[in-house]
T-cell receptor, first 115, second 112 residues
Framework: GAVVSQHPSWVICKSGTSVKIECRSL??????MFWYRQFPKQSLMLMAT?????????EQGVEKDKFLINHASLTLSTLTVTSAHPEDSSFYIC???????????FGPGTRLLVL | QKEVEQNSGPLSVPEGAIASLNCTYS??????FFWYRQYSGKSPELIMF????GDKEDGRFTAQLNKASQYVSLLIRDSQPSDSATYLC????????????FGQGTTLQVKP
């Protein structure tokens, strides 16, 4: 399957700061990437669809001004959590579809803790 | 009604037994069906996908799809303790936007 990496794997920050998470597709060009959030013992919640060269499509209830997504190249999408608060602490996971265009492969995830 | 439903479990089976994980979906026009495994603290990894009615086998895993009943299942033969994880069922909606709709996952415990 496709290889997707994320960086950093974990981050601890103070309340009010911004955190950037990178998602890279390592062996293919990804026109579409997806960003998920997962709270403990809950399933994945899709936050937004990141489209290369255009604006991201956010799911209902997700604040686009708080969760900034940039997909500037075919191999890199970034999620910036702006003015992070403790309630933003979660496991953030990106995914991408491979050459087949349907199956999603997930990055290893980024665990965010906001103090 | 949730779009994709799974019993959260835990489902407990003895080592060597067959584990049967079930998933139902509400949108009859759903196109593709995926099973992911997620170990605690890790991200999901793809086990297999199925598009057509019937069975699809890959090693110890068999996915079964019944579109008429809107039901997809995953069988794990010769279950091993290393199979203990949460299994997520995911479905692509008819809109074909590339999104996946996930169930809440079933926790499987394989006891030695």
């Amino acid at each position: 399957g496709a290889v997707v990496s994320q960086h950093p794997s974990w981050v601890i920050c103070k309340s009010g700061t911004s955190v950037k998470i990178e998602c890279r597709s390592l062996d293919f060009q990804a026109t579409t990437m997806f960003w998920y959030r997962q709270f403990p013992k809950q399933s994945l919640m899709l936050m937004a669809t990141s489209n290369e060269g255009s604006k991201a499509t956010y799911e209902q209830g997700v604040e686009k001004d708080k969760f900034l997504i940039n997909h500037a190249s075919l191999t890199l999408s970034t999620l910036t959590v702006t003015s992070a608060h403790p309630e933003d602490s979660s496991f953030y996971i990106c995914s991408s579809t491979g050459a087949r265009g349907e199956t999603q492969y997930f990055g290893p995830g980024t665990r965010l803790l906001v103090l | 009604q949730k779009e994709v439903e799974q019993n959260s479990g835990p489902l407990s089976v003895p080592e060597g037994a067959i584990a049967s994980l079930n998933c139902t979906y509400s949108d009859r026009g759903s196109q593709s069906f995926f099973w992911y495994r997620q170990y605690s603290g890790k991200s999901p990894e793809l086990i297999m996908f199925i598009y057509s009615n019937g069975d699809k086998e890959d090693g110890r895993f068999t996915a079964q799809l019944n579109k008429a009943s809107q039901y997809v299942s995953l069988l794990i033969r010769d279950s091993q303790p290393s199979d203990s994880a949460t299994y997520l069922c995911a479905v692509t909606p008819p809109s074909n936007t590339g999104k996946l709709i996930f169930g809440q996952g079933t926790t499987l415990q394989v006891k030695p």
